[in-house]
């Protein structure tokens, strides 16, 4: 594939990307500052009891486009955490992409084994029963 039609390709899905962003966003304003009680629940959990770590993510999304932090933290703070690495990730692809440049966006040396290892430190830690590592697990 030419270097051409790959960035062509990029900028379409970028594009993609940033809208359906931006619906999930207006989505989430629409539906108004308390969760529905229709948001999903996670298959994991309620086959095991135990918190993943992506438990309660939409919950603190939808506080987060509502500008509730507190809330938020209480749903998961681990996801909190991630959007504004992902947000600095998704503005750095941007900016390469409309300068014209397909390549990928460097990530540090050992950043997935570290992403990795919190993770899995994260899914640990929140399904303690003891404080502090209850405060870990989704609450409202």
Same mark, same amino acid.
């Given at each position: 594939?030419?270097?051409?039609?790959?960035?062509?390709?990029?900028?379409?899905?970028?594009?993609?990307?940033?809208?359906?962003?931006?619906?999930?966003?207006?989505?989430?304003?629409?539906?108004?500052?308390?969760?529905?009680?229709?948001?999903?629940?996670?298959?994991?959990?309620?086959?095991?009891?135990?918190?993943?770590?992506?438990?309660?993510?939409?919950?603190?999304?939808?506080?987060?486009?509502?500008?509730?932090?507190?809330?938020?933290?209480?749903?998961?703070?681990?996801?909190?955490?991630?959007?504004?690495?992902?947000?600095?990730?998704?503005?750095?692809?941007?900016?390469?992409?409309?300068?014209?440049?397909?390549?990928?966006?460097?990530?540090?040396?050992?950043?997935?084994?570290?992403?990795?290892?919190?993770?899995?430190? *994260? *899914?640990?830690?929140?399904?303690?029963?003891?404080?502090?590592?209850?405060?870990?697990?989704?609450?409202?």
């Amino acid at each position: 594939m030419s270097a051409t039609r790959t960035l062509a390709r990029q900028r379409r899905l970028l594009l993609g990307a940033a809208a359906a962003g931006l619906a999930l966003v207006a989505w989430f304003l629409l539906v108004g500052p308390r969760p529905p009680a229709w948001l999903p629940s996670c298959p994991f959990h309620a086959i095991t009891g135990l918190y993943c770590p992506g438990c309660g993510s939409t919950r603190a999304l939808h506080a987060l486009a509502h500008g509730e932090l507190r809330a938020a933290l209480g749903y998961n703070p681990l996801a909190v955490a991630f959007v504004p690495v992902l947000g600095a990730w998704a503005i750095a692809r941007l900016l390469k992409t409309l300068r014209g440049d397909a390549t990928p966006v460097p990530l540090p040396r050992h950043g997935a084994g570290f992403v990795l290892a919190v993770v899995v430190l *994260f *899914f640990l830690l929140r399904n303690l029963p003891w404080w502090p590592f209850a405060l870990l697990a989704p609450h409202g």
